[in-house]
C-alpha cells in the first residue's frame, strides 16, 4: 500500500488543537472556509487538506455518530454530498471518482467528535494509510 505524504498538514499534527468543534465554530462564523450552511447541512473546505479541494460535508446539528442522525438526515446529508460530489467534478477535482472517509469514534480514526464525512478525489490521493 502506499502511504500519502502531506508535509503542509504538519502544522496541524504539532499545533495545540482549539477547543471545541470546528463544526460548531464554521456555523457561528463567516469565514473563507465555509461554502455552504443549509438548513440540516453545511460544507467547509479542509483548512489542512490531503489535497486541493478537500471537502468536509457535516449535519449542522452536533451529533458524535451516524446512530444519533434523525431518520431524515441520511438522505439529506447524501444529497448535500452527491451535490459537492457535482460541484468538485466541475471544478476539475477528479475525472475519475471520489473518495468518501468516515471516521467514527477513536478506534474508527475519528478526531472531531461532530459527525463529518470527507470528500476527496480518489485518483489524486491513492491508497490511504492510518499513522497511528
Known amino acids: 500500500m502506499k502511504t500519502m505524504w502531506a508535509p503542509w498538514r504538519m502544522e496541524y499534527i504539532l499545533s495545540d488543537k ?3 468543534c470546528i463544526f460548531c465554530r464554521a456555523l457561528s462564523k463567516v469565514d473563507d472556509l465555509t461554502l455552504y450552511k443549509g438548513e440540516t447541512t453545511m460544507v467547509i ?8 479541494g478537500h ?20 438522505e439529506l446529508f447524501g444529497s448535500m454530498l452527491k451535490a459537492s460530489s457535482e460541484v468538485a467534478r466541475k471544478k476539475g477535482v477528479d475525472k475519475s471518482g471520489f473518495r468518501l472517509i468516515l471516521n467514527t469514534n477513536t478506534d474508527g480514526g475519528q478526531e472531531i467528535f461532530h459527525v463529518h464525512m470527507h470528500l476527496m478525489g480518489g485518483e489524486q490521493i491513492g491508497p490511504l494509510r492510518s499513522r497511528r
Open 45 to 52: 473546505m479542509n483548512k489542512f487538506p490531503y489535497i486541493n
Open 55 to 74: 471537502l468536509l460535508v457535516a449535519p449542522r446539528r452536533h451529533i458524535a455518530t451516524t446512530l444519533e442522525m434523525s431518520d431524515e438526515a441520511p
Open 18 to 20: 482549539e477547543e471545541g
